[in-house]
């Protein structure tokens, strides 16, 4: 070890000390110098990042600093620059930044339509490093053990996994929808115990949880508040207003991450709810309000869902860390609400800072105003530098493949063009039906009622300024059929089909005819899953997700150049939407406003009931 002579009234007593001891000791072990009145022995460490603007996350600044880590934490912040450790290994960066590593506790890796292992391997090149994932998508595809798969698909991850007990599934109810399974409050105090489970999963049945009800995770509720205080409970409670919002964190239930106006958002900050701002809520005035009444402590930004090919162009949470610097705020605060807050939030703390014993999770970065990651270190150790892809290749391991059931998923055999003959009561005249609106901005729809010619029984939906929608049972537990009608912001011509279809995931096709309908649900069908758009009799664009229906086990620029097809074939067919994907695919989802469609038929989700197609008691006019 070297021997430091940083105060000149010190070079004298190592002097002395080299006529005591032969030279070979000298250079091995003559280290020590007395400073401060005590001793202080030259440490040495793994390896050193020296002079990098170092972000400390309590005094939210960046200092310069060298940096040593041993033993996957970090040992010491040398802020003095004072060579007090050293390291076999030395990187330089000098004009870089460091900043801890980004955590994103509100997402779904289903989302992104990739496999744990593809989808963490572009996270690193994000610069995150730490996710709570909740897995309620192949929960409903397969129940307790669709959790337990992806949490082993996803051990070889280089970023670490934590996990959200799925606390709805089904979304809403076996009355309301059909899903490949369901998970019970016995199997969800199992989850509890798992080591990486960090919180409860979002609670989406909100308008029934407020309620008298027999739901699994009102039972789990209840009993988890007697063992643990502290344990984060996710929700998902949008539009909750006044005594129902009250009601709904009464329960424990103390996060929320969905779009909600202004009062939304006032009421809850003012109720104590921990806000997690997703990309459709990170809008000026939001940030502005939070600046304004000093909620900066209370809020932290998450992605919730990101799809391949969004994920491949413009990035993940680190996205979200540029937007936020581009509406106005400070990058001090933008990484601190990246990586701090996150991290108290789900009881992390040892992670979210640059501090000694915190876990080694850091970025470097060329420049802070662009947040252009140059290097992502996980536990101290290089999982991925620009500019050399292999970068940690070795530390990540091999992919697990999902089990074989999971390539074989769809239990529906091919349809007729005849399912999409939609019987109506009356032989001859107009109906009154219930149309989903669709509007860009929102994946929220609205219910308006419009008039409807039939003809010999049947609905005559061609022609009338609205898509036939239907919902076909999947798992092979009844083959049932929901019908609906979809207006608006959507494509006008041809058809798109699904099996990625929020959260039931049964196959959902809508179209303008029933020749391209038929065409692409029965691909996707034959795919054994996933996403088919097709237009004129013939398939436009597809993308095969033959895990389980939901998921690719391709790469990520594959799997996002594929999905991107598909987006532009439905702006090509007419959707006006921000993401017509999304837009699409909750459709099916009866927990989110207002009128949504399931296998089950169309689904009022403030009264939470099946509604008829017809409106009752309108009067039809004979033609």
Sequence with gaps: MKIIHDLDDYYDFDTYLCTLYNKNNIQSRVSSILLNGGAMETERADFLVRGAKVYNSYFKKFVPADVSVSGGKFLYIDSRRSGAVEADETVDAEGLYMVPGLIDIHMHIESSMLTPGAFCRRLAECGVTTIVSEPHEMANVNGMQGVLDMIRAGENSPVDIFYGIPSCVPSTSPELETTGGIITCEEMEGLKENPWVACVGEVMNYRTIIRENQLEITRFLKQLREKDRIFPIEGHCPALLDLDLAKFLYLGINGDHTEHSMEELEQRFANGMFMEIQEKMLRREVLDYIREHGLEEHFCFVTDDVMADTLCIQGHLDALVRRAMELGMPAEQAVYNASFTPARRMNLLDRGAIAPGKIADFLLLSDLDTFAVSATYKNGKCIWRRGQD??????????????????????????????????????????????????????????????????????????????????????????????????????????????????????????????????????????????AAADGGRIQAELPLPVGGILSDRPAKEVGAGLARVREAMTGLGYRHYNPIMSFCTLTLPASPALKLTDKGLIDVKACKIVPLKVEGQRTQPQ
């Excluded at 609205?446 to 061609?462: A, C, N, Q, S, T």
Aim: with cysteine.
């Design 390 to 531: 292999g970068a940690g290749q070795a530390s990540r391991g091999q992919d697990i493949r999902f089990p074989e059931p999971y390539y074989h998923s769809i239990h529906l055999e091919f349809q007729e063009q005849s399912r999409f003959e939609v019987p109506m009561e009356s032989d001859s005249g107009t109906v009154m039906v219930r149309v989903m609106e669709i509007k860009d901005g929102s994946t929220k729809t609205k219910e308006i009622i419009m008039e409807m010619p039939v003809r010999d029984g049947f609905l005559k939906w061609e022609g009338s300024g609205c898509l036939l929608a239907a919902v076909f049972e999947r798992y092979g537990k009844g083959q049932a059929v929901g019908y609906g009608l979809v207006t608006g912001d959507c494509h006008k011509r041809g058809a798109v089909a699904t099996s990625y279809a929020h959260d039931c995931h049964n196959i959902l096709v809508a179209g303008a005819n029933p020749a391209d309908m038929k065409l692409a649900l029965n691909r996707v069908i034959e795919m054994q899953g996933g996403m």
